[in-house]
Nanobody
Framework: QVQLVESGGGLVQPGGSLRLSCTASGFTFNWYTTTWYRQAPGKERVFVGSISIAGATNYVDSVKGRFTISRDNAKNTVYLQMNSLKPEDTAVYYC?????WGKGTLVTVSS
């Protein structure tokens, strides 16, 4: 059974950091591009960044230089390291792999 589970969300102050994890079961993550999305309250789900099979990463302009995607093949997990967080980063963060979605993890950036 294919399953993606995100974790690591929470409340953080502006300027703080969080690391989100997305762990897959039922398929091998590094055989597919994995993508992070986020959905802010009242808004559509949007692309944040991705990591390809070869390990190449791509980010939306608003997070470049602050967010980093990495993958641990042994743990079948993809990470989203988020630094210098801003209130506008507040959203539910989802990962997608092999066209499957996790249920998301909430990130709230607030003082």
């Amino acid at each position: 059974q294919v399953q993606l589970v995100e974790s690591g969300g929470g409340l953080v102050q502006p300027g703080g950091s969080l690391r989100l994890s997305c762990t897959a079961s039922g398929f091998t993550f590094n055989w597919y591009t994995t993508t992070w999305y986020r959905q802010a309250p009242g808004k559509e789900r949007v692309f944040v960044g991705s990591i390809s099979i070869a390990g190449a990463t791509n980010y939306v302009d608003s997070v470049k230089g602050r967010f980093t995607i990495s993958r641990d093949n042994a743990k079948n997990t993809v990470y989203l390291q988020m630094n210098s967080l801003k209130p506008e980063d507040t959203a539910v963060y989802y990962c997608n792999g092999k066209n499957y979605w996790g249920k998301g993890t909430l990130v709230t950036v607030s003082s």
